[in-house]
C-alpha cells in the first residue's frame, strides 16, 4: 500500500510550508488525486487519518477531490476527458490516446492558522 509512503510526502510538504512560512498549524488541507494517479482514495485518507495526530495537520480538515483526466486523441487530433486508460475516444472511438492529465497527485490548498503576534496581546 503505497498510500502511507504518499501521506508521509504530503506532509513533509506542509511541514517544509510551515518552516518556510511559520504557521502555527493547518486547519484544512485540499488534495487534488487525478483518476489515473493510481491512488486509492480511501487508503489514502486512512493513511492520512492515520499520521495527523501530534502534527501540524492534527485537527485539520482534509479534502482529498478526485480530478478528472484528459488525454489527446491521436485519431482526431482532439483533447478529450477519459475516466480510464482503456477508454476510447468519445469523439471518435479510436484507442490511440495520449493522456495529458490526471495523473497528478498535488496539494491544491492550505489553510493554516498563524501565531499571535505578541505587540497583539493585550494585557488587563
Do not use: Y
Not at 485518507?45 to 479534502?63: N, Q, S, Y
Amino acid at each position: 500500500m503505497h498510500e502511507v509512503s504518499l501521506a508521509g510526502g504530503i506532509l513533509k510538504i506542509v511541514e517544509d510550508a510551515q518552516a518556510r512560512e511559520g504557521f502555527v498549524s493547518v486547519t484544512r488541507l485540499a488534495i487534488g488525486v487525478g483518476v489515473l494517479a493510481g491512488v486509492e482514495v480511501r487508503a489514502l485518507r486512512f493513511a492520512l487519518d492515520g499520521l495527523k495526530p501530534g502534527t501540524v495537520l492534527d485537527g485539520a480538515v482534509i479534502e482529498i477531490n478526485e480530478e478528472v483526466a484528459t488525454a489527446w486523441c491521436l485519431g482526431c487530433d482532439s483533447s478529450v476527458a477519459i475516466a480510464s486508460r482503456l477508454d476510447a475516444c468519445p469523439n471518435c472511438g479510436s484507442h490511440r490516446l495520449q493522456p495529458t492529465g490526471g495523473t497528478e497527485l498535488r496539494v491544491t490548498d492550505l489553510l493554516v492558522r498563524d501565531a499571535v503576534p505578541p505587540e497583539t496581546i493585550t494585557k488587563e
